[in-house]
């Protein structure tokens, strides 16, 4: 049976997906197909990665041949940060439901709290974090826009049948808290970065108080990181003795481990894989119990270190400060 996350209006949403960062456009329809004849039906996507269009082949095509239902299928997508404005939230919205062929998202996140100004689709999309690449000097533009702004724009994709649910994604306590003051659709669901090394414990709490369902990406923590010179390979919490000897005490890979801990904690986990082996080992979670000793462990080697942070990145990739968890 397909473990299952509940959100606080009685829907529920399978507790591993496939993260669609950085899958290959070439390689998006037949790893997306795959991934639903080996069982995905949960499956984590944006504007931002390229790829929703070639992910929606992949989608389609499982849907033509009866692989699932759209019914049993549960389809994340994200607005990025130059549509915050809202009136460009449904267009933005609608892009991604058509690009991904899917009628219509079981969640839509506001990706980032960052606003950056508009780029219009025919100039470019998707948009990226430079304004304009091509200036001299490329940077990213603010846009002022007051996150309730865009909040009541995705409330409305929600009474319009184009969203089931809507969330945020990179927040902290105090946004999600001044959020749930006005909100009249309160946030289903939290994406944040989670990983033993990064564990977030009291954001996650905070949002189990809440009954705001927490997703947990980069799940793996560092292997994500390292080809963008990001992390370490050594930074990385597979390859620790402690996570491989609880692997093999479970006869289970480093991987599994990981994802299971996440699990058990109460979060939706999105790995992401090219490798069809990797894909059938993630969702292969079933069978075994990590034990409370265990799982204290695994929380314990939390060293609070992010690797996918704006602050960071937004310097080194796109000469722009823009710290968002200080
Ligand atoms: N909301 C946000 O701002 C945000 C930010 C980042 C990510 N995300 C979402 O979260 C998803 C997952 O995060 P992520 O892609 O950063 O990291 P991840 O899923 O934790 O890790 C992916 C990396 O681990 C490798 N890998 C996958 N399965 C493995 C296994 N069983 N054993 C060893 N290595 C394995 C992959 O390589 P191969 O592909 O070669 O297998 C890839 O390098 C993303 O795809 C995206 O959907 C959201």
Redesign the pocket.
Known sequence: MTLRISLSNSQSMPAV???????ERADAPHLTYQSLQLGYRHL???SD?GNEAEVGDGIQKGLNDGVCKRDDLWV?S?LWNTYHRPEHVELACKRSISDLKCDYLDLY?I??PITLRYVPFETRYPAGWFFDPNSPAPCLEYDPVPIIDTWRAMEDLVTKGLVRNIGV??FGVSLIRDLLTQARIRPAVL???S?PYLTQSKLIRYCQAENIAV???????A?????LGMAKPDDSV?ELPLVKELASRHQK????IV?KWGVQRGTA???????V???K??LNLGGFELSESEMTTISNLDRNQR??DPGVFCELAFRSFFPIYE
């Open positions: 997906g496939y993260g669609f960062w950085k899958v984590d996507c944006a990665y994340t994200k996140l990706h980032f994604s990179n994406q944040i970065e990983h997703t947990a990406f980069s799940p793996l923590g292997p994500s990181y390292v080809p597979l890979t480093a991987a599994q994802l986990v999105i790995p992401k894989s090219s490798r082996e990797r894909l080992e993630n690797f996918n």
